[in-house]
């Protein structure tokens, strides 16, 4: 217990980390009590936040922050207004036969189940079969409830995002526009003196910033790269399947994981167990190793590596704290931790002490 006390007196002696630690703790729990409320608040803060990495890479060229406001936000709205109007469309499009297509291959699964004892009776026996079966059935009627019972609740999140689609790109505008203003106005209710906190914000910043467009850039080559080759290749649902391979980068390790199931059952049941069939996998697997040890290197050599238990514990951690949004910003997240930790003042010990002097 005087350890702890020791500590924590040796802590709040310094005011720089009694300023920190006050942030930290304010935002933490201003989002957790009130990040539903506030959420398309927050959402245009992130857009914002991407965006202005773009105006300040075109600012070198020397046109006034107004021009560059006005260029970067039309751009943003032209794009939105083009995935609103082709590609989501096309994306309830392939989800709609997706979802009709998934009985008829849930039969064939069955009837390719129902075969596996006559093939490998050593090996596989019929009562293992039957309980995939009644298994697989109970899953489909599961499937069949949650997917009715959601259907009532998309028609009220489609109103919502409606709303949202109005809301966040007016926010984005204005946060692009009254930046310094807003800036100059959360400031003047913090403490002069603030260097520590300036030094963990320059720092998250710049890593932040590097991650969330190699990032972006990472999704988008992903993206296409896969549609091109399911395209090739003929496979249904393309632009869906694509879509979700690109997005699933953005989870490391359990994304491309998760992702490779569906592709995989899409390929088959439209392939067979044909040439085809293996053509798409390799193409698929080639695409990963070249994201996994091409891509990700050349878009993230200046951000600070995160060792693989870190980013885990971050998925965990702020997945269990936030759901979905907490998965998706669990790394911009641990890099801001990291940020923390590093500006973080430390003690030395005594045995510190006694090795920087003999070596004075």
Same mark, same amino acid.
Not at 30 to 35: A, D, S, T
Not at 135 to 140: C, N, V
Not at 290 to 310: I, R, Y
């Given at each position: 217990?005087?350890?702890?006390?020791?500590?924590?007196?040796?802590?709040?002696?310094?005011?720089?980390?009694?300023?920190?630690?006050?942030?930290?703790?304010?935002?933490?729990?201003?989002?957790?009590?009130?990040?539903? &409320?506030?959420?398309?608040?927050? +959402?245009?803060?992130?857009?914002?936040?991407?965006?202005?990495?773009?105006?300040? +890479? &075109?600012?070198?060229?020397?046109?006034?922050?107004?021009?560059?406001?006005?260029?970067?936000?039309?751009?943003? &709205?032209?794009?939105?207004?083009?995935?609103?109007? &082709?590609?989501?469309?096309?994306?309830?499009?392939?989800?709609?036969?997706?979802?009709?297509?998934?009985?008829?291959?849930?039969?064939?699964?069955?009837?390719?189940?129902?075969?596996?004892?006559?093939?490998?009776?050593?090996?596989?026996?019929?009562?293992? !079969?039957?309980?995939?079966?009644?298994?697989?059935?109970?899953?489909?009627?599961?499937?069949?409830?949650?997917?009715?019972?959601?259907?009532?609740?998309?028609?009220?999140?489609?109103?919502?995002?409606?709303?949202?689609?109005?809301?966040?790109?007016?926010?984005?505008?204005?946060?692009?526009?009254?930046?310094?203003?807003?800036?100059?106005?959360?400031?003047?209710?913090?403490?002069?003196?603030?260097?520590?906190?300036?030094?963990?914000?320059?720092?998250?910043?710049?890593?932040?910033?590097?991650?969330?467009?190699?990032?972006?850039?990472?999704?988008?080559?992903?993206?296409?790269?896969?549609?091109?080759?399911?395209?090739?290749?003929?496979?249904?649902?393309?632009?869906?399947?694509?879509?979700?391979?690109?997005?699933?980068?953005?989870?490391?390790?359990?994304?491309?994981?998760?992702?490779?199931?569906? !592709?995989?059952?899409?390929?088959?049941?439209?392939?067979?167990?044909?040439?085809?069939?293996?053509?798409?996998?390799?193409?698929?697997?080639?695409?990963?190793?070249?994201?996994?040890?091409?891509?990700?290197?050349?878009?993230?050599?200046?951000?600070?590596?995160?060792?693989?238990?870190?980013?885990?514990?971050?998925?965990?951690?702020?997945?269990?704290?936030?759901?979905?949004?907490?998965?998706?910003?669990?790394?911009?997240?641990?890099?801001?931790?990291?940020?923390?930790?590093?500006?973080?003042?430390?003690?030395? +010990?005594?045995?510190?002490?006694? !090795?920087?002097?003999?070596?004075?």
């Amino acid at each position: 217990m005087n350890l702890v006390l020791s500590w924590l007196k040796r802590q709040t002696s310094n005011p720089q980390v009694v300023i920190l630690a006050g942030i930290m703790l304010s935002c933490f729990l201003v989002i957790y009590f009130l990040g539903r &409320m506030l959420l398309p608040l927050l +959402t245009g803060l992130v857009i914002a936040y991407m965006l202005e990495g773009v105006i300040r +890479t &075109m600012a070198r060229i020397g046109l006034p922050r107004n021009v560059l406001v006005v260029a970067v936000f039309s751009l943003f &709205m032209a794009s939105l207004l083009l995935a609103f109007f &082709m590609l989501i469309p096309l994306l309830l499009k392939q989800v709609t036969q997706f979802v009709q297509q998934i009985p008829s291959m849930l039969a064939e699964t069955q009837v390719m189940l129902a075969q596996l004892p006559e093939k490998y009776p050593r090996y596989i026996s019929q009562s293992l !079969v039957d309980e995939l079966l009644v298994a697989l059935r109970t899953e489909l009627v599961g499937f069949g409830q949650t997917f009715i019972a959601n259907t009532v609740s998309s028609l009220i999140r489609l109103l919502t995002l409606v709303v949202y689609f109005v809301l966040v790109p007016l926010l984005v505008f204005f946060f692009l526009k009254d930046k310094d203003k807003i800036i100059s106005w959360i400031t003047g209710f913090l403490p002069k003196d603030r260097s520590l906190s300036v030094q963990v914000w320059l720092d998250a910043d710049r890593q932040i910033g590097n991650y969330i467009r190699g990032k972006v850039w990472e999704i988008l080559i992903v993206w296409l790269a896969n549609y091109i080759a399911f395209t090739l290749f003929k496979l249904p649902y393309a632009m869906l399947l694509s879509l979700a391979v690109g997005l699933s980068v953005v989870v490391p390790y359990v994304g491309a994981t998760v992702v490779t199931l569906p !592709v995989l059952l899409v390929a088959y049941f439209h392939c067979g167990l044909t040439p085809d069939f293996f053509y798409v996998t390799f193409a698929y697997a080639v695409i990963q190793l070249l994201d996994g040890n091409v891509l990700v290197p050349l878009l993230f050599a200046e951000v600070v590596n995160l060792h693989p238990v870190a980013t885990i514990a971050s998925l965990c951690v702020f997945g269990g704290l936030w759901g979905f949004w907490g998965v998706f910003f669990a790394i911009p997240l641990a890099t801001l931790v990291q940020a923390i930790l590093t500006a973080w003042p430390r003690h030395k +010990t005594h045995d510190e002490q006694s !090795v920087a002097a003999e070596g004075c």
